[in-house]
């Protein structure tokens, strides 16, 4: 079993900076790819970026490319999504979660172990 705990939400206008962790407790996450996701209300939930184990890939989705960087600190057991230039569309819960396997994947349905998400509200 393995707990993941999302922080560092808030409120920021447009233009601003958030920067979310995700810790995880109950077994080391280093060896699995790690990836979040976002819901807005009465939307689905989507894909955001992914981070594999060592050698460190990622993978994001085009809506968030070049203004948000995923990474991983398997000391602390722990991955962050640093987000710049945030938009009003990037409102929503953010999630973290654990892949099932090794590819970076885009479905959550690839994704076995779930943070209870982090809210981030952007205003124009």
């Known amino acids: 079993q393995v707990q993941l705990v999302e922080s560092g939400g808030g409120l920021v206008q447009a233009g601003g900076s958030l920067r979310l962790s995700c810790a995880a407790s109950?077994?080391?996450?280093?060896?699995?790819?790690m990836g979040w996701f976002r819901q807005a209300p009465g939307k689905e939930r989507e894909f955001v970026a992914a981070?594999?184990?060592?050698?460190?890939?990622?993978r994001y989705a085009d809506s968030v490319k070049g203004r948000f960087t995923c990474s991983r600190d398997n000391a602390k057991n722990t991955v962050y999504l640093q987000m710049n230039s945030l938009q009003p569309e990037d409102t929503a819960v953010y999630f973290c979660?654990?892949?099932?396997?090794?590819?970076?994947?885009?479905?959550?349905?690839?994704?076995?172990?779930w943070g209870q998400g982090t809210q981030v509200t952007v205003s124009s």
């Open positions: 979660a654990k892949a099932r396997g090794q590819i970076l994947a885009i479905r959550s349905t690839d994704y076995d172990y």
């Open positions: 109950g077994r080391t996450i280093s060896m699995n790819p």
């Open positions: 981070i594999s184990r060592l050698p460190y890939t990622t």
